[in-house]
């Protein structure tokens, strides 16, 4: 990976990293199939009903041509307007068109014209499926460095999502501050990624298959909240993690002694400034989670029950599409009955998976951007 160029202030330029990566997922790999390691992998768990049903109208070929890694669909979509980072083949798009309804839009962003003469191929068969007049999906080739170079407008989507891309990039702060300033206020990047136990060495991040394979470009978990503040971002919340394992010997040689984990975070572009904690009460109703809501690792909501959050939790939810979802009250209210009060300390992803792993052999195993979650309603 040598050779790197820099993103310019005006004019984004693309490096020996975006031309390697756009032929790995050009060229080289014709399929799911032909990944070199399991990195990549689809999680075991089960998929809500409403959202099988959505994957179930995606076309075929679509599906078969995506790398992406699980499944990464936040809650309370209806009449957002989404935008996808690495939107590949457009399986999420098309999947989160349906979701959103005709009201809402989804847009991709691929820098991979292959992927996206696909994408493009099926937009119409797409709106047809949905039973839509007009489409409400849409892809623009471009990089995820440079969003408001491939037209997106500042401060304009409900939430972004990204599937196992982030990774790819050679210049991670630059998407997140690119992601940043296309949300709207109160606006959530929402995505799944590959994180490693320490900074990697120059002989990983320059090996052009671990680089494209999703492991090569990994960021040190505990940069991620750096970039995040840096940017501006609340802090990362993370919602699900699990373990990666590398079957292959030639590439497990390569990488040693390091070890490597898939997250989902949550991050919110919300006022700054210190918040009171405060009582909330979940009104039920969002679909998919109309009884029980895990928000993140620390926070799952019951309908009807009262929680006390963190104030930056309290913040997040009064200033984000949530805001109509939940009741609020001050805190050291009545309480009764009255549910566990967690602490929103910093979460080490590989210590979570290690405790699960623990707790119940094998659950906290999967592939990459895995949907198994760290906590559920019981």
């Known amino acids: 990976m040598s050779g790197e160029k820099s993103a310019c202030t005006k004019g984004f330029v693309d490096g020996a990293v975006h031309v390697d990566v ?18 990549c992998v689809t999680s075991g768990k089960p998929i809500p009903a409403f959202i099988r049903q959505a994957l179930k109208k995606v076309h075929p070929e679509v599906t078969a041509k995506y790398y992406g890694c699980g499944l990464v669909v936040p809650e309370c979509l209806e009449g957002c ?59 623009v080739q471009g990089y995820i460095e440079a969003l408001t170079e491939a037209g997106m407008e500042k ?21 997140l501050a690119e992601a940043y300033n296309v949300l709207k206020d109160g606006g959530e990047l929402y995505f799944s990624d590959v994180y490693s136990s320490g900074r990697l060495t120059e002989e990983i991040k320059n090996h052009k298959v671990l680089w494209g394979e999703c492991l090569g470009g ?7 909240l750096q970039l995040a503040e840096e940017v501006g971002f ?32 949550r991050l919110f572009k919300v006022p700054k400034g210190k918040t009171n904690s405060c009582q909330v009460i979940y009104n039920g109703g969002i679909t998919g989670v109309e009884d029980c809501f895990q928000f993140d690792f620390h926070y799952t909501f019951k309908v009807g029950d009262v929680v006390e959050v963190d104030g930056e939790l309290a913040n997040i939810l009064t200033h984000s599409r949530f805001k109509d979802d939940f009741t609020f009250k001050p805190p050291g209210g009545p309480c009764e009955p009255c549910a566990v009060k967690p602490k929103a300390d910093t979460v080490d992803p ?15 195993t999967g592939g990459c951007c895995s949907t198994k979650s760290a906590t559920c309603c019981k």
């Open 350 to 364: 590989f210590e979570l998976v290690s405790q699960l792993e623990k707790q119940s052999p094998g659950s906290a």
């Open 155 to 175: 401060n304009s989507f409900d939430i972004i999502i990204s599937n196992c891309v982030v990774n790819l990039s050679p210049d991670k702060k630059r998407v």
């Open 234 to 265: 609340s802090t990362p919340r993370l919602v699900t993690a699990s373990v990666i394992t590398v079957d292959n010997k030639e590439l497990q040689d390569v990488l040693g002694d390091y070890k490597f984990v898939s997250v989902t975070y």
């Open 22 to 39: 756009k032929e790995y997922y050009g060229k080289v790999l014709g399929k799911s199939s032909d990944l070199k390691t399991n990195a």
């Open 81 to 139: 307007k989404i935008l996808d980072l690495g939107s590949g083949s457009g399986r999420d798009c098309f999947m989160l068109s349906d979701l959103v309804g005709e009201k809402g839009h989804v847009v991709g962003i691929d820098m991979t014209e292959d992927q996206l003469e696909v994408a493009r191929k099926y937009v119409d068969y797409h709106t047809k499926e949905f039973g839509y007049k007009e489409p409400n999906v849409s892809f």
């Open 218 to 224: 990994a960021l040190w978990w505990k940069d991620l």
